[in-house]
């Protein structure tokens, strides 16, 4: 479980919030909408424990991230998975190059094993034989894709996704939809940090939780259902 | 005075005492017989001045021959010694000259080898020096460089010494050269003026032995006229013996006559033997024997000659005294004998002393034994002599058999 | 799968191709540097050469008996610097002059030998000091036999500073040679560190980091430069022994090729491998620091 106490972030000579707590739990699907520059981002930074807050602390499964042990929190940052709303700056780098560098940060991933489950995600986010596709010359949709491709491959036990829905698109819409829900069920937490929550998704969702700027939707797990999802226009 | 010459002047001597003295007055038949004596005694005289004239160049020829033989002799001597020495300095020029040789050799050889030794140091000198601008030995092995050049130096040094010490042996060598050189020319000088000494001696022997053979050849003339003079002299005295004896049978004859027949005889003549004279002998002086009596070979005149007396050599001035008892018989210088003096012991005995200076008696005076009569003359070397003649019965004796004499 | 990361050689997993050409270049780097270091450490920076061609020479006097003369020469090359020492007898020595000399071989005739007998005696090269030469001529010239000692007095010290130059400018450049592998490497490393940047801020991101980043990359670079500078070290050093083989001449410029299984060799090799190691991850942390500060 994730939970953040009173974080409060100070941001460009303001106060951007303070004060926040934040519980998500395991095996869940969380989708935390925001305004823009309401810091969605750096809230995800802080739950992934890569920011300190300026205020409060976040604590997985009982431990302090900021306030504990250093290495507690690299692990847990090594769990997690992040997928950026930036795009990659490394016009060089290879959808390819992206898998394996993801399966470096996995560690223990071999070559072989690396090289299947490459093939799977990317047919599954829509890439298939993508890998020598350079992510510059991807569009903005495709290298969301990717990068999420290339996280699940580490298969973490957190995902962040940052503008992940927004960015991959409406017609990408559905298989995230399931994507997410099944990772929360297979006991893996997904936080999702967008602008706005697809409004089938909020229906879906149900009441939302307001933290301060945000909005916290719990996905419902997948037998929920949510009608009219697939192929919905945002 | 020879020997020959007292023969002579004895027989004189005796004559004169055996008939001028004892008998002064004679008997006209004894006139006879005196003129006869007088003339043969004149003819005596005569030929014994011959016979002393011949007698004394003989002896004078003999000691000229003497003396020339002994030159002869010395030069001889004095020719053999420097033949011996010419040898001598024959043999060391040979053998110097032989040194010489050798000593030139050496130098010629110690001249080449200097030579060489020097001919090869300067070449060794080129190939060092060109070696060193070359870099002798691997120039990638300076240490072996180093140690080359090192044993260049003493390879230098070797030659060097070589040459000096040839050098020096050399320069010993040619001043032994010089040496020799020099010791050869001192002994050819000396040869030089040895053989003229050589010949000097040689000219003077050989005139030497020219003269000797003249002085011979006077000689043998001399002897030989000597002989005949005292065959003459011997023949002239048998004669004169003759009369004595003549004259003695007519004294006897006439003291026989003039005793009257007395029973008185005369005492039985005294006899004619010193041993039994009153009183006995004894030696006039004291002295030594020189010339003994009776006949004597000369050997250095190589004569026999005949003396009546002896001659007693007797420090001079020595005084002469009487042998026996006596009288006076005669005073008076007789030639060839000096002085002489005669005395009568009676019985024919008388004793006759020569070559005194002076007499301490006169004639007629009566002397004992042992009485000083006279002195010998003074001589520079000491020494002078005495003569002493016995006379028994007209018979010289030898006076050693009847008086001690040292001889 | 939340275990940290494995970073070794994480370079290696990330950009191999320019990671194949780079240790491709150091390992032939590390050859040619194997091979001057060998022939450095073997030839003592020189000193083997000049002690080859550096000898005491101890003269003899006249006279002495050959035996007296190789007891002396035994006794000699037991003193620590000395490593041989023979006897010339006169005989040997007059050949040798004569041959550095051949003008005067006609020229003695019958003049005879005037050589002595000597003793020749080679230092050991890591002894050829000013202090071990002064120790061995003073024990000769101690002994009766021995007339003189020549032992280049005059040229040696000379001999011995252009040798220590020459040593210093080889080790210089040795040294300047490392030193520029060292800074080939920095830039090396921090090109490839601005090349992989995107990685580990991935890797960052992820919860590595950047230390830990950097000490495996250190690690890892110092790792394969131990490892490189030892194969160029054994390449370089076959290539010598070959060589040594096949041009004996270098023997004495350089040493015999036995020499460099000496225990003083590969202990050499093994420090400059330990240096080549220390070099390389230098080179990676300051490469990794240069890019990150963006530094050229």
Redo the contacts between chains.
Sequence with gaps: MIEGFRLGIFSRGTTLWDGLDFAFEDAAAWFVAGPPSSGKTLLLSILRGERRPDAGDVVVSGESLYRGNAALARAWRASCGHVPEQAIADARLTVGGLFRRSALAGGGVRESERKNRTDRLLEMVGLPGALEWRIAELSISERVRACLAAELLRGPKVLFCDGVVAGAGIPFREMLWGLFRALAREGNTVVLAERTIPEQWALAAGDAEPVGPFRVYRLPAPGAGVTGVKGEPG | MTRGTRRILSALLAAAVSLGILFPAAAPAARDVAAELRKERGRLLEMKEREEKTALELTEALRKEKRSKGRVGELQALLTRQRSLLSRIDRKVSALNERLERAEKAVRELEAAHGQARTDLQRAEVVAFAGQRAGAGDPWHPSARERERHFMRVYLASDAEGVARITRARERKEEELSGLERQVAVTERKRTQEKKVGDTLLSRQEEERRRLADIEREKKRKEKELKSLRAKIARMESVVSRVERQVKERERRARKGAAGGSAAREPAEAPRRFASLSGGLSAPLAGKVVTRFGRQHDTTFDVTIENRGVEIEAPSGASVKSVGQGEVAFVGAVSGFGNVMIVQHGGGLFSVYGRMETFLVKQGETVKKGTVVGRLPGSPSGKSVLYLELRAGGTAIDPTSAIPLER | ??????LWW?DW??SRGSLVRETIGRFLFFCLLGFALLTLLLSGGGRRFLAD?????A?LRAGVPSAEAEGLARKVAALPPVRSAGYRDPEV?WK??LQ??P??DP???A?GN???G?I?IRIRPDRLTGGDVNLVVAALRSVSHVE?V?A?EE?LPR?LRAARLASRVCWGIFGAFLAGFFLVGRLQERARAVAL???FA??A?????AGRLAFFRAAGAAVSGFLLAAAGSAVGGEALFLSLRTFPFLEGVIGPPSDLLLPRTVAAVALFCCGAALLSAAASLLGWRAARSGRK
């Design positions: 799968m939340s275990e940290q990361p494995s994480i997993r990330l061609r550096y000898a005491v020479t003269v020595a040798e002059f550095a000399y003008g005067l020229l003695r005739g003049g005037p050589m002595p000597y020749e003189q020549l280049g040229w001999l940047a995107g990685d991935f890797l991101e992820r919860g590595v980091p």
